[in-house]
């Protein structure tokens, strides 16, 4: 009998500035890795990409990994809220691509605030303009013809994965935590909401299929696609988060805080509530707290520095020593959901320069994720346990607040790009049709104790909170 030939998992993670490739065995070991960096626009509070680049990057991607290696399938993650409009008959984009971080429709989410009730009580989410409905309500809005190809099922609006699905297999597809970014998608029900897609303006015939997240989605040059997920949801998982009650933050242009609820459903009003995965006889479901602005508050901080994070050594992060700053520059997100937010530095004198500013920033960061954690408690969700991963975490005063103010221990992950660890385990459960992979425990690099007394850590909370009320005031 002729040995077993070694499968080998090829993942995609489309970000905000990147699109990232690598390979991984059966065992989580990651073979190979490159990155092609994708440029975004910003012209107020709209932010768009190129759709067309994005999924030229994934190609290029795709197409290095498999002159590499003898490939057995293919797994997918991106950015999950971003949004465009393609025709269904030949994929070819339509529009801009409208990414998540895009607030251009606030006036259009406030004039619909008396639905948002129902709206969370549908989706799970808060009725933001950082999610999806809105933008393609506008791209539609943009173009009769677009409107009217919507209506006859020509025209496909969606997230941005189910673009990249429909260049990769031929088929228009999307999966629930990636559906579950749009506020069309019902939660309970898992799929689309003919009341939601009415409110909206979207006709359900311009919404794509809807498929499990781990499963045989199609195939690109004859390799099985089995799996695709929202890059949050990956990152999860690559840090365990199939398991109930496992609490992981990603640090990349945002922060999201994730917490596994299981196959159970849990809402909050200051939280978010989606699906982290699902096969096609298993959901599981998550909470989900977000920092809109980690690395990009932390890249602006370090430019206004003239500093390499990489050889930054801070002369204090004694935060009674800083300034303050509330880190919202994209709007602030759990627990207050005000997108009209604005960035706010407070608390400088004649002696501050940029280093202090940095430091700063870096502490503020650790707060907002703290932010979310106290939100999980008030949801009856406590953490004692958080796993971190992503290029910040190499960043010792970042992860040492989290573990000193926070009074909770820090594991940090031993593989940085945990969303394409996750998304492997997950198309390996496609292809073999077993949720052992994605069972497995992830590996740890460091593990950070609290140091500072319970005590100094609640002075620390409460002169933040403060802080933020007053921040918050002036918006």
């Known amino acids: 009998m002729s040995p077993r030939r070694r499968q080998l998992i090829a993942t995609i993670d489309q970000g905000s500035t990147s699109t990232k490739g690598a390979v991984y065995d059966t065992a989580g070991r990651k073979l190979d890795e490159l990155s092609f960096p994708v440029h975004r626009q910003t012209d107020g509070t709209q932010v768009t990409h190129d759709p067309e680049q994005l999924a030229a990057s994934v190609f290029e991607t795709l197409e290095t990994l498999l002159l590499r290696h003898s490939i057995s399938a293919i797994g997918l993650t991106c950015q999950r809220s971003t949004c465009l409009l393609w025709e269904r008959k030949t994929s070819l984009s339509l529009t801009e691509a409208r990414s998540w971080q895009d607030r251009s429709q606030a006036h259009a989410a406030a004039r619909l605030s008396r639905h948002e009730r129902d709206i969370a009580r549908r989706t799970g989410l808060r ?29 496909v609006a969606g997230t941005l994965d189910a673009f990249l699905m429909h260049r990769l297999t031929g088929r228009p597809a999307t999966e629930p935590s990636h559906a579950g970014r749009t506020l069309l998608f019902n939660l309970l029900t898992g799929r689309w909401d003919p009341k939601l897609s009415r409110l909206f303006g979207i006709p359900e015939t311009a919404l794509p299929e809807l498929r499990p997240s781990a499963g045989r989605w199609g195939s690109y040059r004859g390799i099985p696609v089995t799996g695709s997920i929202g890059d949050q949801q990956a990152a999860l998982l690559g840090h365990g988060g199939w398991r109930r009650g496992i609490a992981a933050t990603h640090f990349g242009t945002g922060a999201f805080v994730l917490t596994s609820t299981g196959s159970r459903v849990i809402t909050h009003s200051k939280l978010l509530s989606a699906a982290l995965a699902t096969t096609r006889r298993t959901r599981r479901y998550q909470l989900e707290g977000s920092v809109n602005s ?3 508050a932390i890249d602006w901080a370090a430019r206004l520095a003239r500093r390499k994070l990489g050889k930054w050594h801070p002369k204090t992060m ?4 800083l300034p303050r700053v509330f880190p919202a520059f994209a709007g602030a997100a759990t627990p207050w959901w005000e997108p009209r937010a604005a960035a706010v530095v407070a608390g400088i004198h004649p002696e501050s320069g940029g280093d202090e500013i940095l430091a700063a920033t870096v502490h503020a960061v650790a707060m907002r994720v703290l932010d979310c954690i106290e939100t999980f408690a008030d949801a009856g969700v406590p953490t004692r346990k958080l796993r971190v991963s992503g290029k910040l975490t190499r960043l010792e005063p970042l992860v040492s607040a989290l573990a000193d103010v926070g009074q909770i221990e820090v594991r940090v992950s031993e593989e940085e790009e945990t969303g394409l660890l996750g998304v492997s385990r997950l198309a390996l459960a496609g292809l073999e049709g077993k949720m052992a992979p994605l069972t497995l425990e992830p590996g740890s690099s460091r593990l950070l104790e609290p140091t500072w007394p319970a005590e100094r850590a609640r002075r620390e909370r409460k002169r933040w909170r403060t802080f933020v009320a007053r921040a918050l005031a002036h918006t």
């Open 127 to 155: 009725l933001s303009p950082h999610y999806a409905a809105l933008k393609l309500a506008s791209l539609l809005r943009r173009d009769r013809g677009h409107k009217k190809g919507a209506l006859d099922g020509t025209v």
């Open 294 to 296: 980690a690395g990009a």
């Open 318 to 321: 004694d935060p009674e020593e």
